[in-house]
């Protein structure tokens, strides 16, 4: 195998995996490094599920960022043959003047997207599970669901090596040192070269 890439990716979970398919796609060698296996259970993106939604309460620049990556999910969950998301919508309450509500609105209102207010028979007619204290208010978000997240790593993947990527698993980075234009890569197996670095590890 060459040790020489136009790019290396280090980590290859819910970032590394797309970062390596990405770069992949547009036509440069990359290689992907991997301590463990793929979608194992010492990284960020384990289990079967997470939580997406659109209308980010955390701040509303984030919207159309989470646009872009619900049309990527659909074209690599068509790539890929299997469902990588679940539309079920999402339910969010909270104090209506606290961060999560006034966040939500806010971004749903400057983005134009669909949010509903749930009133308290909705919630008591729809949502039984549910009671919430009297000052609190409820939104519900139709594009909100569950990504299969371990799924949507492996079709990455899998996408990823069919443009020609090559993927290194239960292989340890020790360092990598930058020398002028070129980046050096050292492992427990090997030294490699590149021209860029992404660097996508967990905590591990």
Known sequence: MSTQFDC?????????????????????????????????DRGSSHGHTRVIRQAYFEHADYVPLLLDAYRLWDELAADSGQPLIDRCGLLLAGHPEGPAVSGTRQAAA????????????????????????????????????????????????QRAVGHGAV??????????????????????????????LIVAPGSW
């Open 8 to 40: 290396v990716v280090i980590g290859v979970g819910g970032f590394g995996s797309a970062a390596l398919d990405h770069v992949a796609s547009r036509g440069a060698s990359v290689l992907g490094i991997e301590r463990f296996g793929i979608a194992h």
């Open 167 to 196: 993927l290194q698993t239960g292989e340890t980075v020790i360092e990598w040192t930058s020398h002028g234009d070129a980046i050096e890569v050292v492992t427990d197996r090997d030294r490699y070269q590149a021209g860029s």
């Open 110 to 157: 400057l983005h134009g997207l669909d949010l509903q207010d749930v009133s308290t028979r909705r919630l008591a007619t729809d949502f039984p599970g549910f009671a919430i204290p009297d000052n609190f208010e409820a939104v519900w978000e139709e594009a909100g669901g569950y990504l299969f997240v371990e799924d949507a790593v492996a079709a990455h993947i």
